[in-house]
């Protein structure tokens, strides 16, 4: 298959999985998982690029609360989250806590996307294989945005598929750091 054939298939698939997420987020169904009962994940053996061109591996925020967001420049619910999402990364730095965010744009897109909504986290360039990541934290329909929270041993805590409002990752993090 073409390349350009397949990245209008790609793109058209997460136009669709964008929809459904928001529309799942909007009715507020969100899971939340206990962090005892769920094995740890290699979240921390993942490699991503940034959209300088540099491999960024997962392994160095090892140890903390790690809050994995998959995104697009694309998704209206996306870019509605990621301002709170930066003032909890302010808010939570110094207490052992890391956002990342996981886009499946170009990095052209990601740095356009950055000069007029700046956040305070990495934004990493994920493919079609973050997407499946995704799906197995939960995120069967691999639709966004999608957020996973991790414990500091690497255990998921807690997903979100669809818009994550600010307090309520706030009440999130606050039970996970006083942990």
Known sequence: MKRPLLWSLLGGAAVLAAVA?????????????????????????????????????????????????????????????????????????????????????????????????PVTYPLLIGDISAMENSAKLGNSRQALPFTAVFDRDGRLAATKLGRLAEPELDRQLAELISR
Not at 103 to 108: K, V
């Open 21 to 117: 997420g928001y529309r799942l987020g909007v009715t507020g169904k969100s899971t939340e998982t206990a962090a005892a009962t769920v094995p740890a994940l290699p979240i921390f053996e993942l490699t991503l690029t940034d959209f300088n061109g540099q491999g960024q591996s997962f392994g160095q925020w090892r140890g903390k609360v790690l809050i994995v967001n998959y995104w697009a420049t694309w998704c209206h619910p996306c870019r509605e989250e990621m301002p709170g999402f930066s003032r909890l990364q302010d808010k939570y730095r110094d207490k052992g806590v890391q956002f990342v965010g996981i886009s499946i744009d170009t990095a052209d897109k990601i740095v356009e996307f950055q000069k007029t909504t």
